[in-house]
């Protein structure tokens, strides 16, 4: 026992010599766990579908750390097949896989277009677990690897305007069970992260309007929304050594959203 509690050290959440993927990291959220990654030492493997990469290029080469770039429709099979040999010959391997990228359709139920729930559902539920499925086939040979999924608020609730996402995001529980059911044995862990409302440029024009700021930050028993930097930590703590014993779960990163009414 006393071993155990000795060898114990913050190296438990360095992230040197990892390589990480991380799907649309080039804006948002996604950008928040790439510069992380970075930050913790790991090397970065970004897919992106808009053309911007200036900005986390640059944060993450201020860090001292690699970024290799694709840019495509990771809802297109060809492309998305690509993307683990593209990792592969730049870095020889894959530590840890975020798959972030995502879409929200909004719509009225009674009549929401059945092509926006397709191209929603695709991104947000299908994507994860067809990129997860081969990049796993790569950490299975490493017998090591972490793949965080992304969920959400609507991982526990059901709001207007948006069925396919929050459907997806329901999904993404239950694929990061089976992912971690199947990929236990190996030394591969799946968990997930729920991002609650984080003030984003996205969010700019709805956290303008007093009612609904009001209305979400009234519900967040830390009276405020939340920053970038609040789903970082997180984001490294299940990339690294120190989550090794946690395995299916997800954690809600909402200032307590969903613990109330």
């Given amino acids: 026992m006393e071993d155990q509690l000795k060898r114990f050290s913050l190296d438990y959440f360095s ?4 390589v990480a993927i991380v799907t649309g990291a ?12 970075a930050k913790a030492g790991a090397d970065l493997f970004i897919t992106h579908f808009t053309p911007e990469v200036d900005a986390v290029k640059k944060l993450i080469e201020a860090e001292g750390r690699k970024v290799v770039f694709s840019q495509g429709d990771l809802s297109d099979a060809a492309y998305l097949k690509s993307v683990v040999p593209a990792c592969m010959k730049a870095y020889g391997r894959i530590d840890i896989l975020v798959n972030n990228a995502g ?9 929401y277009p059945d092509k926006a729930w397709q191209s929603c559902i695709e991104l947000d539920l299908n994507v994860p677990y067809y990129l997860g499925h081969e990049v796993a086939a790569v950490m299975v040979q490493q017998k090591s690897g972490k793949i965080i999924n992304i969920g959400s608020a609507l991982s526990y609730a059901a709001d207007k305007m948006c069925p396919p996402y929050t459907v997806a ?5 239950g ?3 089976v992912f971690a059911n199947e990929l236990g044995q190996y030394n591969i862990q799946t968990n997930a992260i729920s991002p609650g409302f984080l003030a984003t ?3 700019r024009e709805l956290r303008a309007d007093p ?3 009001n209305k979400i930050t009234n519900r967040i028993p830390a009276g405020r929304w939340g920053d970038l930097d609040d789903l970082m930590g997180v984001a490294v703590f ?5 989550s090794d014993y946690i395995n299916g779960w997800s954690i809600s990163v909402d200032g307590g959203f969903t613990t109330t009414l």
């Fill in 175 to 177: 694929l990061t069970k």
């Fill in 201 to 203: 440029e996205v969010n």
């Fill in 211 to 213: 009612t609904f700021y």
């Fill in 238 to 242: 299940l990339a690294s050594h120190a």
């Fill in 26 to 37: 080039n804006t948002g959220l996604g950008m928040a766990y790439a510069v992380a990654f």
């Fill in 169 to 173: 995001k329901h999904g993404i529980l």
């Fill in 15 to 18: 992230l040197k010599g990892k």
């Fill in 103 to 111: 879409i929200s359709k909004f719509g009225e139920f009674a009549d």
